[in-house]
């Protein structure tokens, strides 16, 4: 069983929640890229910006605790 993680943003009235597997993190990147792209969305760049360095920084504390 896959561990799942959960990002989320909240943005002016609008609440963005990303569930994704442990090990597929480049997919949800992608996926931050693509709505980014999409001026319909209301996410920009800067959003999947935010969302990426949470995601990297949940990556550094997970190496930090394998190290010990």
Not at 16 to 25: D, K, L
Not at 27 to 35: G, L, N, P, R
Not at 54 to 60: D, I, K, S
Request: aromatic share 12%; glycine share 8%.
């Amino acid at each position: 069983m896959s561990l799942v993680r959960q990002l989320s943003l909240v943005k002016g009235g609008h609440r963005y929640v990303f569930r994704y597997q442990a090990g597929r993190e480049a997919e949800i990147i992608s996926a931050f890229a693509d709505m980014a792209a999409n001026s319909e969305t209301g996410f920009d760049w800067f959003d999947a910006a935010v969302l990426s360095y949470q995601m990297g920084r949940r990556l550094e504390m997970d190496l930090e605790k394998v190290a010990e």
